[in-house]
């Protein structure tokens, strides 16, 4: 069982980013995908979620009208495209999938990939 980020780096304010998460060794259509994330000093926060059947979505509210999650389910592939980057948003952006089966919770996390938002 593998998720693996990429597409982070040093963007200036105002700038965009792609982030990728590939799933591997599971079943990811299954699986709810979440982006998380995590700055110095601070607790990990969700920045946003997008369900495994509908794929419906929902964005912390300082994200929301920047950042858009996707899923490709044939790729096993999960996607934050981020916009109108501010220096806030600097942070590691992790990548889980989760579910919740016969009553246990199943997470999987990635490793992390780092952004950075300084001129």
């Known amino acids: 069982v593998q998720l693996v980020e990429s597409g982070g780096g040093l963007v200036q304010p105002g700038g965009s980013l792609r982030l990728s998460c590939a799933a591997s060794?599971?079943?990811?259509?299954?699986?709810?995908a979440s982006w998380y994330r995590q700055a110095p000093g601070k607790e990990r926060e969700l920045v946003s979620t997008?369900?495994?059947?509908?794929?419906?979505?929902n964005y912390a509210d300082s994200v929301k009208g920047r950042f858009t999650i996707s899923r490709d389910n044939a790729k096993n592939m999960v996607y934050l495209q981020m916009n109108s980057l501010k220096p806030e948003d600097t942070a590691v952006y992790y990548c889980?999938?989760?579910?919740?089966?016969?009553?246990?919770?199943?997470?999987?996390w990635g490793q992390g990939t780092q952004v950075t938002v300084s001129s």
């Open positions: 060794g599971f079943t990811f259509s299954s699986y709810t």
């Open positions: 997008i369900t495994s059947a509908t794929s419906s979505t």
């Open positions: 889980k999938a989760a579910r919740l089966l016969y009553g246990r919770i199943e997470n999987y």
